[in-house]
């Protein structure tokens, strides 16, 4: 079932949104070689906290950490950690969700430690494009499918592969609502967008083939064949006049 978001209830979510994308920047900025995972989430989970919000992804389905911190061949869900120490030339995928007065905010970026290949830089650049590329598309009577549609082509036309394993979904009271946002599809397909529906588009985007594959830690996600994968999400209300991005930082 679709929940149909009130205006107040929007204004909730924005505030859920605001500490999300916030915490995101803080991680932006902290980020060096020589820092280990978790200490990125430290400085995820302090912002969260300081804001008067509680991360969304601490305990969730037991999740041990506030962030999901996944470098390089990791897809998502990278679990933090004390040894995993970021280096020079590495991506690094920050998903974070902040919990405040009922409502989440889900919100991801790539980011790159240092100087980075020339091909991690085309492949951050296609997954964040086909993200804002998604968010002008989504408005009232859109289907699903045609912002499905739009990342998957945005991407293949770039040479790059989309996980399918895992996709984009509502947000609300819940951190994952109706309806399911995948990131390949058919144009013309799947439900319409209406006023009041808020959706987290949240494209995974591989450099080599899309297949992936779960560690045995029952989380981490990574390329099988171990190429770099990049992972850009917002969370968005749709009203009558467009998409408003509500994990934006200000
Ligand atoms: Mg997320
Ligand atoms: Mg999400």
């Not at 932006?28 to 509680?54: F, W």
């Not at 509502?170 to 995948?182: Q, S």
Request: a neutral charge.
């Amino acid at each position: 079932m679709i929940v149909i978001k009130t205006s107040n209830e929007l204004l909730k979510m924005r505030k859920a949104g605001l500490i999300t994308g916030g915490a995101l920047m803080a991680a932006k900025q902290a980020i060096r070689p020589g820092m280990s995972t978790l200490e990125l989430d430290k400085i995820i989970k302090n912002y969260i906290v300081s804001h008067g919000a509680k991360p969304s992804f601490l305990g969730y389905n037991g999740f041990p950490a506030s962030a999901c911190i996944s470098v390089n061949d990791t897809v998502i869900h990278g679990i933090p950690s004390a040894s995993e120490k970021l280096k020079e030339g590495d991506i690094v995928s920050v998903d974070v969700g902040a919990y405040i007065d009922g409502y989440h905010g889900d919100s991801a970026k790539t980011f790159a430690v240092g100087e980075i290949s020339d091909e991690a830089k085309r492949l951050m650049a296609s997954t964040e494009e086909s993200l804002m590329l998604a968010i002008e598309i989504a408005k009232p009577g859109v289907r699903i499918g045609d912002i499905s549609a739009a990342i998957q082509k945005y991407n293949e036309d770039r040479g790059f592969s989309v996980v399918r394993e895992f996709v984009g979904h509502g947000v609300g009271a819940k951190l994952h609502e109706d309806p399911e946002v995948p990131n390949f599809g058919r144009a013309g397909h799947g439900p319409r967008l209406m006023p009041g529906m808020v959706i987290a588009i949240e494209p995974m985007i591989n450099a080599g083939g899309r297949g992936v594959k779960i560690l045995n830690d029952g989380w981490t996600v990574k390329t099988t064949d171990k190429s770099l994968s990049a992972h850009f999400e917002h969370t968005i209300a749709i009203t009558s006049g467009g998409a408003v991005i509500l994990t934006q930082p200000e």
